[in-house]
Structures are given as C-alpha cells and as structure tokens.
C-alpha cells in the first residue's frame, strides 16, 4: 500500500488531466506511470488490474501516477481512440518533471492495462522520436496495442507483456499476430481472463520481478 495518496491536476491538450499519486514510505528512487482501460467501458485510474501494477511499483520505492483519460470523471475532453490520450500523457511527463525536478534522470516505469497499453506504447515511440528520455522498463497487461495503432511502434526487446490464456476481450491468438513478427517474449498466465480476476497477486509478482532487474 502507498504511504499517502494525493490527487493531482495536469494540463492536457483538451484542458485538465485528474490524477492520484501514490507515494511511498521513502524517499522516491523513480517513478511510474500506469495507464487504465478503455474509458467508454467504466476504464479508471482505480482499475484492479492498474492499481496492482501501480502497487508493486510503490513496493520498489517508486512514485506510481495513475491518471485519468479524456472525459473520466475530472479529466476534461471525450475519448480520441488513444492519440489524444497519448499526446495528454506526454504533456503530463513533462510537467511532472517540470514539478518534481529531483525525480529528472531517475528510472521510471511505463504501464498500461487493455486500451491503456495502446497509449503506453505508443507514448514510449514518441518520447523516443522527440529524444526524452525512455522508460527502464515498459509494462503491458491484456495487450490491445494494434486496436488503437496510429503510428508505427517499435517494442524495446524487454518489454513485459502479460496475458491470460483465456482473455475473453482480447482474444491470446490476436496478441500472438501481433507479436510473432516483432520477436518480443509474452508471459502467458494459465487459467486468466482478461481482468485477471484471482490471478492478481501472480501479475503483481511478475512486475515485481520484472522492476528487481531493471532498477538499480
């Protein structure tokens, strides 16, 4: 559990972005930003799936940002089927940065759960593209990078993806398509749906083990 909680505004391009900012017991080595589900079917910050991921980073001494998209509860705008999201999460790195200076240069944590995993990954190609500094580690659960793709995507080989055998909303076969060709391992969890229900503690797990690599 994260020592406080606090709420949080960003600007976005279509005005203001809420955001909770779960905070750990010490002082913070890095960072994480942990992206929600799709926002047209009930997709939030508080998301199960999203707060274990944000959890685990809080676990490994890093501050876990958990916002949320266009036209979610306080955040502004409607939904823009991940580019609008995309170019609100880079505004929102920046001016994160901008506020807490001492985190500038520190390792962080890109995440991303089902629609939110669209808007990780295509936010890591475009902090790449503007030469900003990449995450050490970027994180996807329930994979639907391709169903809100607008520009090319090249996944970093030791991107994390996580998925359950029997996800009901993003079928494994469709994830294996889009994998096959980009040779990026997949951590495929037996008996798993889509929201990881009872599997949550194993998902936490893997991101925990995947961050005791990667952090210094």
């Known amino acids: 559990m994260p020592a406080r909680t606090e709420i949080v505004e960003f600007n976005g391009l279509a005005g203001r972005i809420d955001c909770a900012v779960d905070w750990p017991d010490d002082a913070p080595r890095g960072w994480a930003l942990c992206l929600h589900p799709h926002p047209l079917h009930e997709g939030t910050r508080d998301n199960k799936v999203v707060t274990t991921i944000a959890r685990a980073c809080v676990q490994q001494g890093l501050v876990a940002l958990r916002p949320d998209f266009r036209g979610v509860r306080g955040s502004a705008g409607v939904f823009d089927k991940a580019r ?33 995993t669209a808007v990780a990954a295509q936010l890591d190609a475009t902090l790449a593209d503007a030469g900003m500094d990449r995450p050490a580690a970027l994180v996807l659960a329930g994979t639907a990078v391709w169903r809100f793709q607008f520009r090319d995507v090249a996944l970093p080989d030791d991107t994390l993806i996580v998925h359950g055998e029997h996800d009901e909303v993003v079928p494994l076969g469709e994830l294996f398509d889009w994998t096959r060709e980009r040779s990026v391992p997949v951590v495929v969890i037996p008996g798993a749906t889509h929201f990881f229900h009872g599997k949550l503690l194993l998902l936490r797990q893997l991101v925990l083990t995947r961050l005791s690599r990667v952090l210094p």
């Open 84 to 116: 609008g999201e995309t170019e609100d999460m880079r505004e929102l790195v920046a001016q994160w940065l901008e506020r807490q200076p001492e985190l500038a240069g520190t390792p962080w944590v890109l995440a991303g759960f089902s629609f939110g």
